[in-house]
């Protein structure tokens, strides 16, 4: 069993941010001129999306997906104004448990950071309406993004 979980926290060689680049679009932008704070969530949760379901060189591909956001905590530093410039979203991926994980996404454009979002996803079946166990392939992938565990109290 400690062989076990000593494996679960082996991270690949090759663990990397995802980033996913996003132009700031006339539409995103509220009566003050700078990004909807709405807006900004739906650009992270594209960001989710490309991470864990687009798989370039798919046509066609069905987006069916396989977890739930149980909570989201964002912390606005700065507006995000329209320039022509994309934005780049930055995910790692910690926590990862049986069922969950946590998602630490920040939005960017040069070395300004205007929004950090930690977000908890949480497996789900949605027959069964419940919460279920991560597959391997979820946890392969989850693990790609994964930051090293930090030390401290309890690790």
Do not use: K
């Amino acid at each position: 069993m400690l062989t076990q979980a000593l494996a679960s926290d082996i991270r690949p060689p090759n663990c990397r941010p995802h980033r996913y680049l996003r132009p700031v679009r006339m539409s995103d932008l509220d009566s003050m001129q700078h990004v909807n704070n709405a807006r900004l969530l739906e650009m992270i949760q594209d960001a989710h999306i490309d991470m864990f379901y687009v798989r370039p060189g798919l046509p066609g591909q069905e987006i069916r997906p396989r977890f739930v956001y149980a909570r989201h905590e964002l912390d606005y530093t700065q507006p995000l104004l329209l320039q022509p410039e994309p934005v780049t979203i930055t995910t790692t991926v910690c926590d990862l448990r049986r069922t969950s994980f946590r998602l630490t996404s920040r939005v960017t454009r040069d070395a300004r950071v205007f929004c950090t979002c930690v977000s908890t996803a949480v497996a789900y079946d949605p027959d069964a309406r419940c919460a279920r166990r991560l597959d391997e392939e979820e946890r392969a992938l989850a693990a790609r993004h994964a930051t090293p565990p930090t030390a401290g109290p309890g690790n």
